[in-house]
């Protein structure tokens, strides 16, 4: 009788995640993890800061190398696109015409960046992978002029590595400010104020016209010198391989609470998929967050095994940007009403509340640790639909963790 065999579908975290929570789990049998790429995984985070900033040429961080790989006996197909799955005969098409069986498919195939569509959009740069950091990387030299569309976390954080390398930095974001996706203002601002401050233009509410060979026109007239063009405008799912396998879609791979697709067989996690949150009503969310891939693999391995595990982690990510660090955990845009916290000078934390007074977000943002307890208790607090006194959010010397208890 042939052993079940558990194939994975993309080589970021989410999938190298799920190649260790197989062993983690006492599975035995076989593994096999395909990714498009010829590197084994390597994590991304680092990509828009210290890949770029660092004096020696970037190196890949890995989640799994070679020896690690080996000791799981997981069978690493690099460089293998997957282009088709046939769920009747249970296997994965690679572009070389090999087929892998399966009986449990996890995929993991992540999102890739949208691109500009305006005349000239050929020009801007996009990252996604190792190539595109070392390509950014040797294109930010001091002097040169650098033009990011768009004012969200990838396109802010390569605005700060810019500027940290000597050129000279605009930001052309559509919305009237930067981190309109899920960040208060109050916070928003103080990154804008800080990239001010590192000399970095950045302009709101500001349509393109064109994108020339050495500047971007925009629609009011106004023309911004452009060595270098970088598209920062969000990630769309990589849909592609579930959408040729007929599985239901949902701002990505519709799966369900247990992170199981439409197809029984096949489970989807990270930034290609959306589930509904019982944290949050059954909102159904899709996270672009490296916490959340690395989650999610673990809860969707257990249940590929049989488990029945929901997925309800609260959603938690970060950026860093010059000194500065900001965190986000739940959904703040679901509040009505905000508590300011306080806990160091310099630092700012907001507590969201929604119309019940249950907490459903924290926004902090401060320089180095100053932030982290409090919001990792407040994540804890929101996990627990817990409805805290507002005047205990706000005295910095009421110990939050006192809030946990039973």
Request: proline share 6%; hydrophobic share 45%; glycine share 10%.
């Amino acid at each position: 009788m042939t052993q079940a065999s558990m194939v994975i579908v993309g080589g970021g975290k989410a999938g190298a995640r799920a190649a260790v929570a197989f062993r983690e789990n006492a599975w035995k049998g076989p593994v096999t993890l395909i990714s498009d790429e010829a590197l084994a995984p390597y994590d991304r985070p680092p990509l828009s800061k210290a890949a770029i900033m660092e004096d020696a040429e970037p190196q890949p961080v890995y989640l799994l190398d070679e020896g690690m790989m080996a000791s799981l006996e997981v069978n690493f197909l690099r460089g293998s696109a997957a282009t088709t799955i046939d769920r009747n005969a249970k296997t994965v098409s690679l572009a070389d015409g090999t087929k892998i069986p399966y009986d449990r498919l996890l995929v993991a195939t992540g999102a890739e960046p949208r691109r500009l569509l305006q005349a000239g959009a050929e020009r801007a740069l996009l990252l996604r992978d190792l190539a595109d950091s070392a390509k950014i990387r040797s294109e930010f030299i001091g002097g040169n002029s650098v033009a990011i569309v768009g004012g969200g976390f990838i396109g802010l954080e390569l605005a700060a590595s810019a500027a940290k390398r000597g050129c000279r930095v605009t930001v052309i974001e559509a919305q009237p400010r930067i981190l309109m996706r899920g960040i208060p203002p109050e916070i928003a601002s103080r990154i804008a104020a800080r990239h001010a401050e590192a000399g970095v233009a950045i302009l709101t509410s500001a349509g393109i016209a064109q994108i020339g060979p050495d500047k971007i026109l925009l629609s009011d007239g106004r023309e911004i010198p452009a060595d270098i063009v970088i598209a920062g405008i969000g990630a769309a799912p990589r849909i592609k391989l579930a959408e040729q396998a007929g599985l239901a879609l949902d701002n990505g791979i519709a799966c369900n609470t247990y992170l199981q697709t439409s197809d029984p067989h096949i489970f989807a996690v990270g930034d290609c998929c959306s589930f509904p949150h019982p944290v949050f009503g059954n909102e159904r969310l899709r996270l672009e967050a490296w916490r959340n891939a690395s989650d999610q693999a673990i809860v969707a391995v257990e249940n590929m095994l049989g488990g029945q595990r929901p997925y309800e982690a609260v959603p938690w990510f970060w950026t860093d940007q010059y000194e500065l660090t900001l965190q986000i955990a739940g959904l703040p845009h679901r509040g009505v009403s905000i508590v300011q916290r306080v806990p160091k000078e310099g630092a700012l934390i907001l507590c969201h509340l929604d119309g019940e007074g249950r907490l459903v977000g924290a926004s902090g943002i401060g320089q180095g640790n100053s932030i982290a307890r409090d919001i990792r208790l407040l994540e804890m607090l929101i996990g627990k639909k817990a409805a805290p006194d507002p005047a205990a959010l706000a005295d910095t010397t009421f110990q939050l963790k006192s809030l946990l208890k039973p």
